[in-house]
């Protein structure tokens, strides 16, 4: 059983660790030392501190502390080093597994990597926000309304118009 617990650890499609209660490195699979290019010693040592980018470093490292503080599940986020100093974010997702007691027995984490989501995210807003400023840019009113008639959509013309804030024009019913 553990043998094949192993092999699904390292073929698992993200960065598979575990940790003692106290939060020292247990484990860490295949994916996770060759994202890193961590080796064994180093990747239980400190220095796997390293791979975090620094402006992601202290506020991951006390959300972590406060994970095992709490002894509750934890999702923090952070930009991981890569083997060729790359970073590429990564949603970190952490639970202990506990004893009938109540105690912590061990600290599971998958960190999977969110890096193309942030950026097809970005692409979206940055391609929202240009739509918008075409829209906003053409000599008539513009806007759009859901099947029940509360506009969700208006242009700023629209609103010079209508001398209506764009918070007051969001679901508000009608037409000019």
Not at 21 to 32: A, C, F, S, V, Y
Request: net charge negative; glycine share 6%.
């Amino acid at each position: 059983m553990e043998v094949e617990s192993s092999r699904v650890i390292n073929v698992l499609p993200a960065l598979v660790w575990t940790t003692h209660p106290d939060g020292t490195i247990g484990l860490l699979n295949q994916r996770w030392y060759g994202h890193t290019g961590l080796t064994s010693s180093e990747a239980c040592s400190i220095e796997w501190q390293s791979n975090i980018h620094p402006g992601d470093a202290s506020e991951v490292l006390e959300r972590w502390c406060l994970i095992l503080a709490a002894v509750e599940p934890g999702q923090p986020k952070a930009r991981l080093r890569r083997f060729d100093d790359a970073y590429r974010w990564f949603l970190i997702s952490c639970n202990p597994t506990r004893d009938e007691t109540g105690q912590v027995l061990r600290w599971y984490a998958v960190n999977t990597d969110i890096d193309e989501r942030n950026l097809a995210r970005e692409a979206l807003r940055s391609d929202g926000q240009d739509l918008r400023s075409i829209i906003d840019t053409i000599p008539k009113t513009a806007w759009s309304a859901s099947a029940d008639g509360y506009y969700d959509f208006v242009n700023q013309r629209w609103l010079d118009y209508s001398v209506l804030s764009l918070d007051q024009a969001q679901g508000w019913v009608g037409g000019l």
